[in-house]
């Protein structure tokens, strides 16, 4: 895994979901095109839901724009998710964009972008929810803590990505949980 700057990580920046006291913040860098965020999309999907909804957690979803070719349809799909809603609803938006992905996502470079977006809106129902300024504070922060894959998980100062078990996610979870109400 890449070297990445903690320090340089802002829990301000992103989709807040969950309660803003809780003692335990995840940040999530994921882009909706990538096959591996959507196997950690399911594979703590359970584990969020329970620790957001007792309030030990608070996850930020950060949605990183990127380049590269198949990846950037998910870019187009980053502006159909809810920037300000309940994790419910969030969960509900990812749910059908995470689930349609090969369909919207083909790797053809016939399809463009605004393809991508009339998928969003007719197909899927979705409703445009840009927020331009936090797309690019993603990325800024991106650059500067030096973060360049999808999915990245900060959990305190421990980096991980979509190959940590259930567990041994948990468990990052409980020590920071026990740090924080210790400090």
Not at 12 to 39: F, H, S, T, W
Not at 149 to 173: A, N, Y
Request: net charge negative.
């Amino acid at each position: 895994m890449e070297i990445i700057e903690v320090s340089k990580i802002s829990d301000k920046i992103g989709i807040q979901l969950g309660d803003e006291n809780a003692p335990v913040v995840v940040m999530e860098y994921v882009n909706l095109r990538c096959p591996y965020c959507l196997q950690w999309f399911e594979d703590s999907r359970e584990t969020y839901h329970e620790l957001i909804e007792n309030g030990t957690v608070r996850k930020v979803l950060k949605l990183f724009d990127k380049e590269k070719f198949g990846l950037h349809y998910g870019n187009v799909l980053h502006r159909y998710v809810p920037k300000h809603a309940s994790y419910e609803e969030v969960d509900a938006v990812l749910d059908k964009i995470y689930h349609s992905q090969t369909r919207w996502g083909e790797m053809n470079r016939e399809m463009g972008s605004a393809s991508v977006a009339e998928y969003a809106e007719k197909i899927l129902h979705l409703t445009e929810d840009a927020d331009e300024e936090m797309s690019q504070a993603i990325i800024d922060e991106t650059i500067s803590a030096g973060v360049q894959f999808v999915p990245t998980m900060v959990v305190g100062d421990h980096v991980f990505d979509q190959k940590i078990s259930q567990e041994e996610f948990r468990q990052l979870i409980e020590e920071e949980k026990q740090k924080q109400l210790s400090s």
